[in-house]
């Protein structure tokens, strides 16, 4: 089992920055990929981003390419989601995840463990 715990949530302007933060508990974190996911209220879940289990290669959705930046620190058993130039459709939960797979992926039935998710609202 990884236990997920996501924060670094909150409330910012449009064009401001936040900091998310997944911290894994449990089995041996280094061995999984993990993606963050985000759901708007009506919406479903959609893919963000993601890292590979050796921080070699990085996925992002098209809407987050140059804003957003995945980061792990296998030392500290956590995965970051470096947000910048924030707009109001960023509003949402994210959640991140871990694959057993070795590579991240846009597909959330390739994920294993979920987090409970952290809310991020961009004011306009």
């Known amino acids: 089992q990884v236990q997920l715990v996501e924060s670094g949530g909150g409330l910012v302007q449009a064009g401001g920055s936040l900091r998310l933060s997944c911290a894994a508990s449990g089995r041996t974190f280094i061995r999984y990929a993990v993606g963050w996911f985000r759901q708007a209220p009506g919406k479903e879940r959609e893919f963000v981003a993601a890292i590979s289990w050796n921080v070699g290669d990085t996925y992002y959705a098209d809407s987050v390419k140059g804003r957003f930046t995945i980061s792990r620190d296998n030392a500290k058993n956590t995965v970051y989601l470096q947000m910048n130039s924030l707009k109001a459709e960023d509003t949402a939960v994210y959640y991140c995840?871990?694959?057993?797979?070795?590579?991240?992926?846009?597909?959330?039935?390739?994920?294993?463990?979920w987090g409970q998710g952290t809310q991020v609202t961009v004011s306009s």
């Open positions: 995840a871990a694959s057993g797979r070795s590579s991240g992926s846009y597909d959330p039935a390739l994920y294993d463990y």
